[in-house]
C-alpha cells in the first residue's frame, strides 16, 4: 500500500462527521435567532464604529453593485453559491491529494465553524440590508433575485426563508471559510495559477458580502479572526482527539515496534498496511506550524 493510501482516513468516516458538525451549525444557528430589535441596535453600533473609523466601504461598494447589474448580478450568484461549492471542493481536494494534511485542515475549519456559531448566539446582528432605508442600503439580492434561484431572505431559495437565520452576521463565515479555502490552496497548490486562486478568493468574498450589503466591514474581519483562533485550538483538539481514541475498544495507542505474527517484528521503516504511524500524526500538526501531537515513533530493530 502506498504511503497516499495508508494516511488517507476513511472517507465514510469523514463524511459522516462533516455531516453531524454541519447539521448541529444549522440547527445552532437557527436556534440563535435572537431578538430583531437587538440585532438592529447591534448592526448600527458596528455601523457607527465603522463611520468613526472612517472603515465604511460598504455603502460605495453597495451603490456600485446596485446601480450596475454587470457587477451586482455576478455578484449575487457568488454570494449564493461559491460558499456552499468551494469550501466542499477544496475538502475533497485535500482528502484525495494532501491525506496527510487533510485531519488538521479539517479540524480547523470544524472548530472555526463552531466558534463562529458562538458568535451569532451572543452577538445576533442585523445585516446592511436589512436596516431602514434611510442608512442607504439596497438590498442587491432581493432587487436581483429574478436573475437566480433566491428570494429576498439573504442567499435561501424562494418559499425556504424560515430555513435561515438572517441575523447571522456576526463574524461573517463567508469570509472566514474564504480564507481558510485561500490559505489551502497557498500553502497546497503545487501552481502558480493555485497560488493565484488562493490570494483572489478571499478578497472576492470580501467585497461580494459587503457589495450585496449582506455584510459589515467589521464582520468580515471577526470572520478572519474567528478562523485565527480555530487554527490555534488545532493542535490541541487534534492531541485530545487521539488520547480519546487511544481510550476506546480497538483504539490505536501510540505506534511502538509493530510485531507480525509469529513473534517476528518489522523491519526498520516497514508498518502494518493500513497502519497510521505517528508520523502521520505530525504531518496532521506540522504542517501547520503547529506542535506535534506525539513523539516520533521507535522502530525496534530484527531479531
Not at 466542499?88 to 487533510?102: C, D, E, I, M, S
Not at 472555526?112 to 452577538?123: E, I, K, M, N
Request: proline fraction near 6%; charged fraction near 15%; hydrophobic fraction near 45%.
Amino acid at each position: 500500500m502506498t504511503e497516499r493510501a495508508a494516511r488517507r482516513p476513511r472517507w465514510w468516516a469523514e463524511l459522516s462527521l462533516i455531516a453531524v458538525v454541519y447539521a448541529a451549525y444549522s440547527g445552532g444557528r437557527l436556534l440563535a435567532r435572537g431578538d430583531e430589535g437587538g440585532a438592529v441596535e447591534h448592526g448600527l453600533a458596528i455601523l457607527r464604529l465603522e463611520q468613526a473609523l472612517h472603515l465604511n466601504a460598504e455603502h460605495p461598494l453597495n451603490r456600485l453593485f446596485t446601480s450596475t447589474p454587470a457587477l451586482g448580478i455576478p455578484a449575487d450568484f457568488a454570494y449564493a453559491s461559491l460558499h456552499y461549492l468551494v469550501t466542499p471542493a477544496v475538502l475533497v481536494w485535500l482528502f484525495r491529494r494532501r491525506p496527510g494534511r487533510y485531519r488538521a485542515a479539517r479540524t480547523w475549519l470544524m472548530l472555526s465553524t463552531l466558534l463562529g456559531l458562538v458568535g451569532f448566539t451572543l452577538l445576533p446582528t442585523c445585516p446592511p440590508r436589512l436596516l431602514d432605508a434611510g442608512h442607504g442600503f439596497v438590498d442587491t439580492m432581493a432587487q436581483f433575485s429574478a436573475y437566480g434561484w433566491w428570494g429576498a431572505e439573504a442567499s435561501a431559495p424562494r418559499g425556504m426563508g424560515g430555513m435561515t437565520n438572517q441575523y447571522a452576521a456576526m463574524p461573517s463565515l463567508h469570509v472566514g471559510w474564504a480564507l481558510w479555502c485561500g490559505v489551502m490552496l497557498w500553502r497546497h497548490g503545487r501552481t502558480p495559477l493555485f497560488r493565484a486562486l488562493g490570494v483572489a478568493y478571499p478578497l472576492l468574498t470580501v467585497i461580494v458580502v459587503m457589495g450585496t450589503a449582506n455584510h459589515y466591514f467589521l464582520d468580515a474581519a471577526a470572520g478572519a479572526a474567528v478562523m485565527g483562533l480555530g487554527l490555534l485550538l488545532t493542535a490541541p483538539a487534534l492531541r485530545l482527539a487521539d488520547r480519546v481514541r487511544a481510550t476506546l475498544p480497538g483504539g490505536e495507542a501510540p505506534v511502538r515496534s509493530p510485531i507480525v505474527g509469529g513473534g517476528c517484528e518489522t523491519s526498520a521503516g516497514e508498518r502494518i498496511p493500513g497502519q497510521r504511524s505517528s508520523t502521520d500524526s505530525a504531518d496532521d500538526t506540522t504542517a501547520w506550524g503547529l506542535p506535534s501531537s506525539g513523539d516520533a515513533a521507535s522502530v525496534g530493530k530484527a531479531r
